[in-house]
């Protein structure tokens, strides 16, 4: 089990490697990049950056325990064919009308090159929030047969959490992991991980690298 708060991960105390992903979500240049959408949208990237060790930490360990990597992208077509009237009036709004800000034609839709990317690893493309929204996210997940999901990325109170609840809401037992997780805006973060543990875990449970790291060797000890 890994040590998580309101209760240690996975509650049932089963967990195993080959019915577990770790989530990375939308860890691209549009949103690490001091040129992306993020920057262009007047937030520091610079938190955001400062989770890629751990998240690489994470994703070795992870790997060698047997768990599945899966990486989500966010981004529009490049002719902007699945962007609503009201996601086009907020980027205007936004003045990143004309720019190639989250299109998938950008050099800023990639993930970042420090990030440890292996061609066994899965990558799902959404235009949401949530990862399970319009895409083949959770067919991927069910074909798999992965039922436990380990959550990092950014951001916090956006993506992830959106992602996190849309998971909830479909009985995958989820672990938000706190310092793999970043957002712009510190308040909304702090809060963010609050919610997840409210209500005796209402979105599962909580916890840091650290004890992840620690967890996944516990695990790597009782196969062998």
């Known amino acids: 089990m890994i040590s998580a708060k309101p209760f240690d991960y996975p509650y049932d105390g089963n967990l195993d490697a080959r019915k577990t992903a770790l989530i990375v979500i939308d860890l691209q240049e549009d949103f690490l990049s001091t040129t992306g959408y993020f920057a262009l949208q007047g937030y520091d990237p610079a938190p955001l950056r400062a989770i890629l060790p751990a998240v690489n930490q994470l994703i070795t360990a992870c790997r060698e325990a047997g768990i599945q990597i899966i990486h989500t992208r966010q981004g529009y077509r490049g002719d902007l064919a699945d962007m609503t009237p009201y996601e086009k009036w907020r980027r205007q709004r936004s003045g ?98 609050h919610m997840v543990t409210v209500e005796n875990g209402i979105f599962g449970a909580l916890t840091d690298t650290a004890a992840v790291l620690e967890g996944l060797k516990k695990l790597g000890n009782s196969t062998t």
Do not use: M, W
Not at 140 to 168: N, S, Y
């Open 96 to 193: 990143l009308e004309g720019t190639t800000a989250l299109l998938r034609s950008s050099p800023g839709f990639q993930i970042v090159p420090e990030l440890d990317v292996r061609p066994q690893d899965i990558i799902v493309d959404k235009t949401c929030n949530g990862a399970f929204t319009y895409t083949d996210f959770e067919h991927v997940l069910r074909a798999q047969g992965i039922t436990h999901l380990l959550f990092t990325g950014c951001t916090t109170d956006v993506c992830v959490h959106t992602t996190l609840r849309e998971a909830c809401d479909r009985n995958f037992q989820c672990l938000t992991i706190s310092d793999a997780c970043a957002s712009g805006d510190q308040y909304a973060h702090e809060a963010a991980l």
